[in-house]
């Protein structure tokens, strides 16, 4: 018997979350920023006089818009490519290499936080009997959420990794989001179609492949990104996860807690 099958026959058979930007707030905008800026003050000066490249110029918008979600070098490329940086193709390797090396190393220090109320949500969730899965783009993404202990939210002395029932983060896809396909297979790992799940997501491109899954979308906008969020499908989108009606959710329902 499948998990769908022992489940109600109506409610959410499952919930996919994403990572960063949902449950952590990771430092992947700050290696994405730095790396960039090293890279064209230093070894890429020349390019970088014939590009619209400037400090200012990467903002946090432009993170959103150009790279959150995507996988790896896919980001790096369309990074170089929005900034006009001559021979981005044959660049973008060594800029996400880079990327990389001082990503591990923000992370080794302990530069990045939990949102708590996406933590809460996992939990919530997943004590009422609904299957979870992790579904990020990044390759970090277990790193973070090892290292996410949740008796630090009145949880056992497991870390948020162990809570899932599939992880697929970091996992090389054909393509990326918009995308549906990593939220697809998220779900047939899960046991349940598609049209049950609840994806979870704080990104345009995110949202959009949930919707182009035939999936419910629940929006997260952590950046003042409500109406980007809604004009991308969202079902519902909150500033807070913890402003989702627990009780509605369960129940197969996206509402916003009453207050």
């Not at 790992?189 to 949930?210: F, I, M, P």
């Not at 004009?231 to 807690?257: E, N, P, Y």
Request: charged fraction near 30%.
């Amino acid at each position: 018997m499948t998990r769908e099958e022992s489940s109600p026959a109506t409610g959410f058979a499952g919930v996919i979350f994403d990572v960063d930007g949902v449950l952590v707030d990771s430092p992947h905008e700050v290696a994405w920023r730095e790396s960039l800026a090293g890279l064209m003050t230093g070894p890429w000066r020349d390019a970088a006089e014939r590009s619209v490249w400037s400090p200012d110029a990467f903002t946090s918008r432009v993170y959103r818009e150009v790279l959150s979600g995507k996988p790896r070098h896919a980001g790096a490329l369309a990074c170089l490519e929005y900034f006009e940086v001559p021979d981005a193709q044959l660049r973008e390797s060594e800029y996400a290499e880079r990327k990389q090396a001082m990503l591990l190393r923000l992370i080794e220090e302990g530069r990045f936080d939990a949102y708590a109320d996406g933590v809460r949500l996992v939990m919530a969730v997943r004590a009422a009997g609904i299957p979870v899965a992790a579904a990020s783009s990044s390759k970090n993404a277990h790193r973070f959420l090892r290292a996410i202990r949740l008796g630090d939210y009145g949880g056992d002395d497991t870390t948020l990794l162990d809570v899932f029932d599939a992880d697929l983060s970091g996992r090389d896809f054909a393509e990326g989001k918009p995308d549906p396909e990593i939220f697809l297979t998220a779900a047939t790992q899960l046991g349940v179609t598609a049209e049950r799940c609840v994806v979870v997501e704080d990104a345009v491109s995110g949202v959009q492949a949930a919707k182009a899954g035939a999936m419910v979308a629940l929006g997260v906008a952590r950046a003042g990104d409500e109406h980007e969020l809604a004009q991308a499908g969202a079902d519902l989108v909150v500033t807070s996860l913890d402003d989702v009606d627990r009780d509605a959710f369960v129940d197969g329902r996206l509402a916003r807690r009453a207050r």
